[in-house]
Protein backbone atom coordinates (compact mmCIF):
# COMPACT_ATOMS: atom_id res chain seq x y z
CA UNK A 1 0.00 0.00 0.00
CA UNK A 2 3.29 2.20 0.87
CA UNK A 3 3.79 2.34 -3.47
CA UNK A 4 0.12 4.14 -3.12
CA UNK A 5 2.32 7.59 -2.35
CA UNK A 6 4.61 6.76 -5.42
CA UNK A 7 4.53 9.49 -8.09
CA UNK A 8 5.99 7.36 -10.68
CA UNK A 9 3.47 4.79 -9.58
CA UNK A 10 0.86 7.21 -9.22
CA UNK A 11 0.98 8.64 -12.66
CA UNK A 12 0.86 5.33 -14.09
CA UNK A 13 -2.00 3.88 -12.59
CA UNK A 14 -4.20 6.76 -12.64
CA UNK A 15 -5.98 6.03 -15.73
CA UNK A 16 -6.85 2.74 -14.41
CA UNK A 17 -8.47 4.38 -11.57
CA UNK A 18 -10.53 7.10 -13.78
CA UNK A 19 -12.03 4.27 -15.84
CA UNK A 20 -12.95 2.76 -12.58
CA UNK A 21 -14.83 5.74 -11.53
CA UNK A 22 -16.58 5.95 -14.90
CA UNK A 23 -17.30 2.53 -15.34
CA UNK A 24 -19.11 2.83 -11.17
CA UNK A 25 -20.90 5.78 -12.49
CA UNK A 26 -22.52 3.91 -14.96
CA UNK A 27 -23.18 0.64 -12.89
CA UNK A 28 -24.71 3.64 -10.33
CA UNK A 29 -27.09 4.13 -12.85
CA UNK A 30 -28.20 0.48 -13.69
CA UNK A 31 -28.79 -0.26 -9.92
CA UNK A 32 -30.65 3.15 -8.62
CA UNK A 33 -32.43 4.47 -11.62
CA UNK A 34 -35.51 2.71 -11.95
CA UNK A 35 -36.68 4.08 -15.90
CA UNK A 36 -35.08 1.30 -17.98
CA UNK A 37 -34.11 3.47 -20.92
CA UNK A 38 -32.31 4.97 -18.65
CA UNK A 39 -30.90 1.32 -17.27
CA UNK A 40 -29.64 0.94 -20.76
CA UNK A 41 -27.90 3.76 -21.17
CA UNK A 42 -26.42 3.40 -17.67
CA UNK A 43 -25.18 0.02 -19.13
CA UNK A 44 -23.96 1.84 -22.17
CA UNK A 45 -21.66 3.80 -19.95
CA UNK A 46 -20.32 1.18 -18.25
CA UNK A 47 -19.51 -0.73 -21.34
CA UNK A 48 -17.71 2.37 -22.94
CA UNK A 49 -15.50 2.59 -19.67
CA UNK A 50 -14.59 -0.91 -19.88
CA UNK A 51 -14.05 -0.32 -23.54
CA UNK A 52 -11.49 2.52 -22.85
CA UNK A 53 -9.86 0.23 -20.07
CA UNK A 54 -9.21 -2.68 -22.18
CA UNK A 55 -7.77 -0.48 -25.27
CA UNK A 56 -5.82 1.37 -23.11
CA UNK A 57 -3.49 -1.87 -22.13
CA UNK A 58 -2.37 -1.70 -26.31
CA UNK A 59 -0.89 1.67 -25.89
CA UNK A 60 2.35 1.73 -25.76
CA UNK A 61 4.26 5.53 -24.64
CA UNK A 62 5.56 7.16 -27.40
CA UNK A 63 3.90 4.40 -29.95
CA UNK A 64 1.46 5.75 -32.90
CA UNK A 65 -1.92 4.16 -34.47
CA UNK A 66 -1.28 1.04 -36.37
CA UNK A 67 -0.99 1.88 -39.79
CA UNK A 68 2.02 1.63 -41.81
CA UNK A 69 3.75 3.66 -44.43
CA UNK A 70 2.92 2.94 -48.18
CA UNK A 71 5.31 3.15 -51.00
CA UNK A 72 4.15 4.85 -54.90
CA UNK A 73 3.25 0.95 -55.85
CA UNK A 74 0.85 1.27 -52.97
CA UNK A 75 2.53 -1.52 -50.91
CA UNK A 76 3.84 -1.29 -47.28
CA UNK A 77 6.72 0.55 -47.43
CA UNK A 78 9.23 -1.90 -45.45
CA UNK A 79 12.25 0.70 -45.37
CA UNK A 80 10.67 3.44 -43.91
CA UNK A 81 8.96 0.83 -41.17
CA UNK A 82 12.21 0.74 -39.42
CA UNK A 83 12.32 2.85 -35.91
CA UNK A 84 8.46 3.76 -35.48
CA UNK A 85 6.70 2.13 -32.43
CA UNK A 86 3.14 1.02 -32.73
CA UNK A 87 0.65 0.45 -30.27
CA UNK A 88 -0.85 -3.29 -29.67
CA UNK A 89 -3.20 -3.41 -32.70
CA UNK A 90 -5.00 -6.74 -30.80
CA UNK A 91 -7.10 -4.86 -28.31
CA UNK A 92 -8.14 -2.79 -30.96
CA UNK A 93 -9.62 -5.13 -33.29
CA UNK A 94 -11.35 -6.96 -29.79
CA UNK A 95 -12.83 -4.09 -29.10
CA UNK A 96 -14.21 -3.34 -32.57
CA UNK A 97 -15.93 -6.79 -32.52
CA UNK A 98 -17.40 -5.59 -29.01
CA UNK A 99 -19.00 -2.77 -29.98
CA UNK A 100 -20.80 -3.85 -32.57
CA UNK A 101 -22.12 -6.49 -30.57
CA UNK A 102 -23.05 -4.32 -27.94
CA UNK A 103 -24.75 -2.27 -30.05
CA UNK A 104 -27.05 -5.25 -31.36
CA UNK A 105 -27.74 -6.37 -27.73
CA UNK A 106 -28.32 -2.66 -27.00
CA UNK A 107 -31.19 -2.88 -29.86
CA UNK A 108 -32.30 -5.98 -28.14
CA UNK A 109 -32.90 -4.38 -25.18
CA UNK A 110 -34.59 -1.58 -26.45
CA UNK A 111 -37.38 -3.84 -28.59
CA UNK A 112 -38.25 -5.47 -25.02
CA UNK A 113 -38.40 -1.91 -23.32
CA UNK A 114 -41.20 -1.50 -26.14
CA UNK A 115 -43.22 -4.43 -25.66
CA UNK A 116 -42.68 -4.25 -21.62
CA UNK A 117 -44.41 -0.58 -22.08
CA UNK A 118 -47.31 -2.37 -24.63
CA UNK A 119 -48.12 -5.09 -22.03
CA UNK A 120 -47.80 -2.88 -18.68
CA UNK A 121 -48.37 0.82 -20.09
CA UNK A 122 -45.42 2.06 -18.41
CA UNK A 123 -41.26 1.78 -18.32
CA UNK A 124 -40.88 2.17 -14.37
CA UNK A 125 -39.38 -0.80 -12.97
CA UNK A 126 -41.05 0.29 -9.86
CA UNK A 127 -44.56 -0.02 -11.33
CA UNK A 128 -43.87 -2.81 -13.55
CA UNK A 129 -43.35 -4.94 -9.96
CA UNK A 130 -46.47 -3.34 -8.15
CA UNK A 131 -48.73 -4.15 -11.29
CA UNK A 132 -47.09 -7.81 -11.01
CA UNK A 133 -47.61 -7.73 -7.11
CA UNK A 134 -51.49 -7.24 -7.94
CA UNK A 135 -51.66 -9.90 -10.54
CA UNK A 136 -50.78 -12.31 -8.25
CA UNK A 137 -52.97 -11.26 -5.56
CA UNK A 138 -55.97 -11.09 -7.97
CA UNK A 139 -54.70 -14.70 -8.84
CA UNK A 140 -53.94 -16.15 -5.80
CA UNK A 141 -57.70 -14.96 -4.43
CA UNK A 142 -59.43 -16.68 -7.67
CA UNK A 143 -57.94 -19.66 -7.04
CA UNK A 144 -59.10 -19.81 -3.54
CA UNK A 145 -62.62 -18.90 -4.55
CA UNK A 146 -62.25 -22.08 -6.53
CA UNK A 147 -60.68 -24.36 -4.29
CA UNK A 148 -63.09 -22.87 -1.61
CA UNK A 149 -66.13 -24.16 -3.83
CA UNK A 150 -64.86 -27.50 -4.50
CA UNK A 151 -64.72 -28.34 -0.74
CA UNK B 1 2.92 15.16 -20.22
CA UNK B 2 0.79 16.59 -23.23
CA UNK B 3 -1.22 13.14 -23.41
CA UNK B 4 -1.61 12.47 -19.96
CA UNK B 5 -3.33 16.71 -19.78
CA UNK B 6 -5.08 15.70 -22.86
CA UNK B 7 -6.44 12.47 -21.51
CA UNK B 8 -7.35 14.09 -17.99
CA UNK B 9 -9.25 16.99 -19.50
CA UNK B 10 -10.87 14.31 -21.79
CA UNK B 11 -11.89 12.41 -18.11
CA UNK B 12 -13.17 15.02 -16.69
CA UNK B 13 -15.70 15.73 -19.40
CA UNK B 14 -16.96 12.10 -19.66
CA UNK B 15 -17.28 11.91 -15.94
CA UNK B 16 -19.00 15.42 -15.90
CA UNK B 17 -21.14 13.89 -18.76
CA UNK B 18 -21.91 10.67 -16.78
CA UNK B 19 -23.05 12.76 -13.85
CA UNK B 20 -25.62 15.29 -15.96
CA UNK B 21 -26.79 11.94 -17.02
CA UNK B 22 -27.86 10.59 -13.58
CA UNK B 23 -29.15 13.72 -12.49
CA UNK B 24 -31.56 14.11 -15.42
CA UNK B 25 -34.89 13.48 -15.37
CA UNK B 26 -36.08 14.17 -19.50
CA UNK B 27 -35.25 10.72 -21.37
CA UNK B 28 -34.06 13.49 -24.63
CA UNK B 29 -31.58 15.24 -22.79
CA UNK B 30 -30.54 12.02 -21.51
CA UNK B 31 -30.09 10.47 -24.77
CA UNK B 32 -28.58 13.38 -26.04
CA UNK B 33 -26.06 13.50 -23.26
CA UNK B 34 -25.15 9.62 -23.97
CA UNK B 35 -24.26 10.96 -27.75
CA UNK B 36 -22.01 13.26 -26.31
CA UNK B 37 -20.62 11.09 -23.88
CA UNK B 38 -19.64 8.51 -26.91
CA UNK B 39 -18.11 11.42 -29.37
CA UNK B 40 -15.95 12.17 -26.25
CA UNK B 41 -14.98 8.23 -25.40
CA UNK B 42 -14.26 8.52 -29.40
CA UNK B 43 -11.85 11.76 -28.52
CA UNK B 44 -10.31 9.65 -25.91
CA UNK B 45 -9.85 6.66 -28.32
CA UNK B 46 -8.16 8.72 -30.73
CA UNK B 47 -5.50 9.11 -27.98
CA UNK B 48 -4.92 6.18 -27.29
CA UNK B 49 -3.96 5.44 -30.89
CA UNK B 50 -7.31 3.43 -31.39
CA UNK B 51 -8.28 5.47 -34.52
CA UNK B 52 -10.56 2.39 -35.90
CA UNK B 53 -12.02 1.54 -32.39
CA UNK B 54 -12.62 5.87 -32.43
CA UNK B 55 -14.63 6.20 -35.81
CA UNK B 56 -16.60 2.80 -35.03
CA UNK B 57 -18.02 4.10 -31.93
CA UNK B 58 -17.94 7.44 -33.43
CA UNK B 59 -20.60 5.71 -36.45
CA UNK B 60 -21.94 3.35 -34.19
CA UNK B 61 -22.62 4.96 -30.32
CA UNK B 62 -23.29 8.60 -31.55
CA UNK B 63 -25.10 7.84 -34.60
CA UNK B 64 -26.72 4.21 -34.62
CA UNK B 65 -27.73 4.42 -30.87
CA UNK B 66 -28.70 7.67 -30.74
CA UNK B 67 -31.50 6.63 -33.42
CA UNK B 68 -32.87 3.92 -31.82
CA UNK B 69 -32.74 5.71 -28.64
CA UNK B 70 -35.09 8.17 -30.01
CA UNK B 71 -37.32 6.02 -31.50
CA UNK B 72 -37.89 4.14 -28.26
CA UNK B 73 -38.60 7.34 -26.06
CA UNK B 74 -41.01 8.00 -29.15
CA UNK B 75 -42.80 4.75 -28.31
CA UNK B 76 -42.80 5.09 -25.10
CA UNK B 77 -42.90 7.93 -22.35
CA UNK B 78 -40.65 10.64 -22.56
CA UNK B 79 -39.67 11.57 -18.64
CA UNK B 80 -38.26 9.62 -15.99
CA UNK B 81 -40.13 9.33 -12.25
CA UNK B 82 -37.82 10.21 -9.92
CA UNK B 83 -36.98 7.26 -7.63
CA UNK B 84 -38.78 6.75 -4.83
CA UNK B 85 -36.07 4.91 -2.65
CA UNK B 86 -32.96 6.36 -1.12
CA UNK B 87 -29.51 6.23 -2.69
CA UNK B 88 -27.95 4.76 0.14
CA UNK B 89 -27.49 1.19 -0.89
CA UNK B 90 -26.40 1.36 -4.77
CA UNK B 91 -23.98 3.61 -3.58
CA UNK B 92 -22.73 1.58 -1.05
CA UNK B 93 -22.78 -1.45 -3.62
CA UNK B 94 -21.21 1.04 -6.10
CA UNK B 95 -18.38 1.98 -3.51
CA UNK B 96 -17.36 -1.78 -2.75
CA UNK B 97 -17.13 -2.54 -6.57
CA UNK B 98 -14.93 0.19 -7.01
CA UNK B 99 -12.59 -0.33 -4.12
CA UNK B 100 -12.32 -3.89 -4.79
CA UNK B 101 -11.69 -3.35 -8.84
CA UNK B 102 -9.11 -0.56 -7.59
CA UNK B 103 -7.67 -3.23 -6.07
CA UNK B 104 -7.09 -5.41 -8.97
CA UNK B 105 -5.50 -2.45 -10.96
CA UNK B 106 -2.82 -2.18 -8.88
CA UNK B 107 -1.27 -5.31 -9.96
CA UNK B 108 -1.31 -4.26 -13.38
CA UNK B 109 1.92 -3.00 -15.45
CA UNK B 110 1.93 1.25 -15.59
CA UNK B 111 0.00 2.87 -18.30
CA UNK B 112 1.71 2.58 -21.69
CA UNK B 113 4.81 0.67 -20.65
CA UNK B 114 6.53 -1.30 -23.72
CA UNK B 115 6.71 -4.55 -21.60
CA UNK B 116 3.67 -4.79 -20.45
CA UNK B 117 2.40 -8.74 -20.80
CA UNK B 118 0.13 -7.53 -23.56
CA UNK B 119 2.73 -6.12 -25.48
CA UNK B 120 4.81 -9.79 -25.26
CA UNK B 121 2.73 -11.87 -27.52
CA UNK B 122 0.74 -12.34 -30.60
CA UNK B 123 0.47 -8.64 -31.24
CA UNK B 124 4.06 -7.32 -32.08
CA UNK B 125 3.62 -11.16 -33.92
CA UNK B 126 0.92 -9.44 -36.13
CA UNK B 127 2.73 -6.10 -36.72
CA UNK B 128 5.54 -7.88 -38.15
CA UNK B 129 4.17 -10.03 -40.11
CA UNK B 130 1.20 -7.68 -41.82
CA UNK B 131 3.65 -6.43 -43.68
CA UNK B 132 4.58 -9.90 -45.67
CA UNK B 133 1.54 -12.29 -45.24
CA UNK B 134 -1.11 -9.40 -46.33
CA UNK B 135 0.29 -6.48 -47.15
CA UNK B 136 -2.41 -4.23 -46.08
CA UNK B 137 -1.01 -0.49 -44.68
CA UNK B 138 -3.76 -1.06 -41.68
CA UNK B 139 -3.01 -3.71 -39.74
CA UNK B 140 -6.50 -3.52 -37.91
CA UNK B 141 -7.92 -4.50 -41.10
CA UNK B 142 -5.42 -7.85 -41.41
CA UNK B 143 -6.32 -8.91 -38.04
CA UNK B 144 -9.90 -8.20 -38.42
CA UNK B 145 -10.10 -9.85 -41.48
CA UNK B 146 -7.77 -12.35 -41.80
CA UNK B 147 -6.20 -13.24 -38.71
CA UNK B 148 -9.10 -13.02 -36.64
CA UNK B 149 -11.53 -13.60 -39.14
CA UNK B 150 -13.79 -16.18 -37.55
CA UNK B 151 -14.29 -13.58 -34.61
CA UNK B 152 -15.44 -11.52 -37.28
CA UNK B 153 -17.63 -13.97 -38.63
CA UNK B 154 -19.14 -15.09 -34.97
CA UNK B 155 -19.70 -11.39 -34.55
CA UNK B 156 -22.23 -11.50 -38.33
CA UNK B 157 -23.92 -14.27 -36.60
CA UNK B 158 -24.43 -12.67 -33.51
CA UNK B 159 -25.69 -9.36 -35.11
CA UNK B 160 -27.69 -11.29 -37.60
CA UNK B 161 -29.67 -13.24 -34.09
CA UNK B 162 -29.68 -9.53 -32.55
CA UNK B 163 -31.76 -8.61 -35.67
CA UNK B 164 -34.00 -11.68 -35.82
CA UNK B 165 -34.82 -10.80 -32.24
CA UNK B 166 -35.71 -7.54 -32.71
CA UNK B 167 -37.48 -8.55 -35.57
CA UNK B 168 -39.69 -11.21 -34.03
CA UNK B 169 -40.65 -8.82 -30.31
CA UNK B 170 -41.71 -5.41 -32.72
CA UNK B 171 -43.31 -7.05 -35.66
CA UNK B 172 -47.13 -7.14 -34.99
CA UNK B 173 -47.25 -3.49 -33.44
CA UNK B 174 -49.08 -1.96 -35.35
CA UNK B 175 -51.15 -5.46 -35.49
CA UNK B 176 -51.95 -5.69 -31.81
CA UNK B 177 -52.62 -1.76 -31.85
CA UNK B 178 -55.02 -2.12 -34.22
CA UNK B 179 -57.08 -4.78 -32.51
CA UNK B 180 -56.84 -3.43 -29.50
CA UNK B 181 -58.82 -0.34 -31.27
CA UNK B 182 -61.60 -2.77 -32.36
CA UNK B 183 -62.10 -4.18 -29.40
CA UNK B 184 -62.61 -0.30 -27.47
Known amino acids: ?151 | MIDTLTNTVLFVMLVLTALAIVRMERLFAVVMLSSVFSLLSALLFVTLDAVDVAFTEAAVGAGISTVLMLGTIALTKPTAKRSRHTAFVPLIVVCVTGAALVYGTLDMPAFGAYDAPAQMHVGPDYLARTPDDIDVPNVVTAILGSYRGYDTLGETAVVFTAGIGVLLLLSGLRRRREDEDEEV
Open chain 1, 1 to 151: MGQLFNLQFLTGHIHYLLFIILMMTGLFIVVDKTNLVKKIIGLNIFQASVFMFYVSIGKVTGGTAPIFPMDDKYHVDKEALQGIVYSNPLPHVLILTAIVVGIATTSLGLALIIRIRESFNTIDEEDILNIEQEMTRDDNNKHRDVAEGLT
